[in-house]
């Protein structure tokens, strides 16, 4: 990432000359966090305190830079990552043909429009095609596309559609039920208000029966 340092330690982007127009240079999602220097990232925050009217020399402050840029490693950890990759070899060849669902999978998230969390349950169902996956695994592909920034409705797109490629199943259902702190914390302040989003793919989407059964059992209460 190139920049320049002022005397507060303020993050200005170079700007570069392409096709006769003034560019900002780029940085790609995730970057800071494969190169391991978070010195830039922890700049921009000493500069938000600033912003906000506070003194990041104080003692309550002094290491909130870096703990909030390796929070954020953490909490984007997701573009560092693929479906692929976090499923492996946990594919095994199998003749079995009825649904298979992880319920109440748990899933943190962070709003892109206003950088702040979202959370809530996921359901993940699938009809196998000649192949399982571990079950472990479908909550990791979860985290994959959950830590990044996202909207609701994206997400389960996600999920639903690397499960397509990845297993190439009969059918792929996602349902995600979710309370956001954009709309709890600011805006219009409903604390009770609950976001579902539903994904479907394959059976799950051509067959009502199908569709039916996956959602009355991912809404149904736990049996235990």
């Not at 702190?181 to 989407?205: A, D």
Request: hydrophobic share 40%; net charge neutral; glycine share 8%.
């Amino acid at each position: 990432m190139s920049t320049t340092k002022g005397s507060k330690d303020v993050i200005r982007p170079v700007s570069a000359v392409v096709s006769g127009r003034a560019a900002v240079n780029v940085v790609e999602p995730g970057d800071f966090a494969v190169e391991g220097d978070l010195s830039n990232y922890e700049a921009m925050v000493r500069r938000q305190l600033e912003l906000l009217g506070e003194d990041p020399a104080r003692d309550g402050l002094l290491k909130t830079p870096s703990r909030v840029a390796k929070a954020m490693m953490w909490l984007t950890r997701g573009y560092n990552q693929t479906a692929a990759e976090v499923i492996g070899d946990a594919l095994f060849q199998e003749s079995h043909e009825n649904m298979v669902m992880v319920r109440d999978i748990e899933m943190y998230s962070m709003c892109e429009h206003h950088m702040l969390p979202f959370f809530g349950k996921v359901h993940v169902a699938y009809i196998p095609n000649g192949k399982i996956v571990g079950l472990s695994k479908l909550p990791r592909v979860v985290d994959v596309f959950a830590r990044r920034l996202q909207v609701q409705e994206r997400l389960g797109e996600q999920i639903a559609d690397a499960l397509e490629e990845t297993l190439q199943p009969k059918g792929v259902g996602v349902v995600i039920e979710a309370v956001h702190l954009c709309m709890m914390m600011r805006g219009v302040e409903k604390q009770s208000s609950r976001t579902i989003t539903s994904s479907m793919r394959g059976l799950f989407r051509d067959d009502s029966k199908t569709r039916s059964e996956f959602l009355r059992l991912a809404h149904s209460p736990t049996a235990y």
